[in-house]
């Protein structure tokens, strides 16, 4: 699926929509460019959660956790990490595997220890078609 947005607002809707829609245990993978709009996408993934407070990239604790919502939310950010085995040393499998539902900004960093069922979501940035136009693509991989 492919969509593209115009505004922030549009992106973080679609994150709401998606958000409303995850189920436990999902993985979503959250790909782009600095800038792309990953935070945004992933407010509106949150508020679909029923998550109240505030979300920010958890960049400096790689994970940020969310219970207030109607599931677990685990919001990763392994943009700074330096090593694999830091994710082993959170117990990363305990967030994979649990009721939660992951979305990790960054995935690519850490393909090796992704599942194999995940959903990948890919935003891009064209300055051509505006400064807040967003190409957002979701698949399953």
């Known amino acids: 699926m492919t969509i593209e947005t115009l505004s922030e607002q549009d992106t ?3 994150g709401r929509r998606l958000g409303k829609k995850a189920a436990p245990g999902e993985i979503y993978t959250l790909i782009g ?4 709009g990953k935070t945004v996408f992933t ?3 949150a508020e679909g959660l ?3 407070e505030t979300v920010n990239s958890p960049t400096f604790t790689i994970v940020q956790v969310y219970e207030e ?3 677990p939310f685990y919001h990763f950010d392994v943009y ?3 090593n694999i085995e830091e994710m082993d040393e959170i117990e990363y499998e305990d967030y994979f595997f649990g009721d939660g539902v992951c979305l990790i900004e960054w995935a690519d960093l850490i ?3 992704l599942p194999e069922k995940v959903k990948r979501i890919e935003i891009s940035k064209d300055l051509e078609k505006g ?3 967003r190409k957002i693509m979701v698949s399953d991989l």
């Open 80 to 82: 700074r990490i330096g």
């Open 12 to 14: 973080f809707e679609f």
């Open 33 to 36: 460019d600095l800038g792309a």
């Open 111 to 113: 393909r090796e220890l």
């Open 69 to 71: 919502g109607r599931l």
């Open 131 to 133: 400064f807040d136009y």
């Open 43 to 45: 407010k509106g993934f």
């Open 50 to 52: 029923g998550i109240r």
